[in-house]
């Protein structure tokens, strides 16, 4: 089947954008099943790619290559080889890390896959419907990483969406995979992909953990949103004088006992909470390290205002807990809330917590989450460094 694009609607896509919206289809030629592979043209009938079709989906298509050449198993083993190649590049794995991404959706150029390495395990995460179809190949093809077992991870509300079904089972190698050992930046960590939040860790902020880590000697540290005690760990190991982790899970407070134990550290406290509630009742002033990372608080263009409102608060109740000269490390993972927005917000919360903010660094995900420069949907991680005086 041919996908012929409107007028004017193909510069995206000439650009490296790899998605087709529905409504910049002018015709579809010819028919498809949900989960093929489709061409896809301009106005004036000029090739531009072929990638998956999804009619369920308001992303229409996906595209896989800008080059005339067929999607099937090879090119699938050449992407994966391809991205194997760039984390060797970026010393991925290494004696400090062995847990990160392999691959990353649209940015490997493997829409709809997600392939995490925790050690010798492999989570594979499926996101469009015609990535799925071809999982066979794709387990195939990441045999490169001689992987003990290989997991599929559940696809939650993408599975619904583009209608497949999936699980959270291990799909290759040994069947009774339990917690997994493997580090981060030094750090000994247990994930548990059969179990776990995401693929089993938040892999995207391991170069902001890293910075936290060089920046924490001697500071007590409040870490809101801690998951597996991430940040809280690195500050320890960079020197914290101690660490407060905050989380509404008592499963995720578990692993920071345990990453706590593992590492040696016993100057760290948990707290299950809320973490509006927490920050609400913690003295003022009597952290000199804070950091916030809390789950998607905009899912919808609808929702924005009040994301956005709901992140002020949030912030503005970090900042009280600043003691003067404080680091406050603030997050979001909202694609919808874009980084000018974010540093609004920001602003605005300064003047709520009447206390003076001065921007230090900003960042997104690390390199094993590359992004299509074209392609602004794949950068959803903001991430500020302030110091709140
Ligand atoms: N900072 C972590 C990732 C955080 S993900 C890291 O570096 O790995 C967001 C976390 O927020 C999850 O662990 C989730 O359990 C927790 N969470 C969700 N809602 C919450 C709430 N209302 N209060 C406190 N924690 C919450």
Redesign the pocket.
Known sequence: MKLVLKKGRANPLWHGHPWVYSGAILREEGTAQPGDVVEVRDAEGRYIGRGFYNPRSQIRARVMTWRDEAVDAQLIARRIEEARGLRVRLGLPSAETTAYRLVNSEGDGLPGLVVDVYGDVLAVQFTALGAKLMENDIYDALGIMKPRAIIEVSAGGFAQLEGFASATRVVRGEQDVGAVRCRENGIEIEVEPLKG?KTG??LD?REN?RKIGALAKGARVL??????G??ALNALRGGAKEATC????AR?LERVSLHAQLNGYTNITSVE????R?LETVTPKSADLV?V???KFARAKKDLDAGLKGYQRLNTLAMTACAEGALLATCSCSQLVDQESFERMIAAASKDAGRRVQLLEISSQGPDHPVPPAFPEGRYLKFVLCRVV
């Open positions: 939040q860790m938040f902020q953990r870490d809101i949103y801690t998951y597996a991430g940040f905050v989380d509404s899970s995720a909470a809320d973490a509006f927490f950091i990372d809390p789950p």
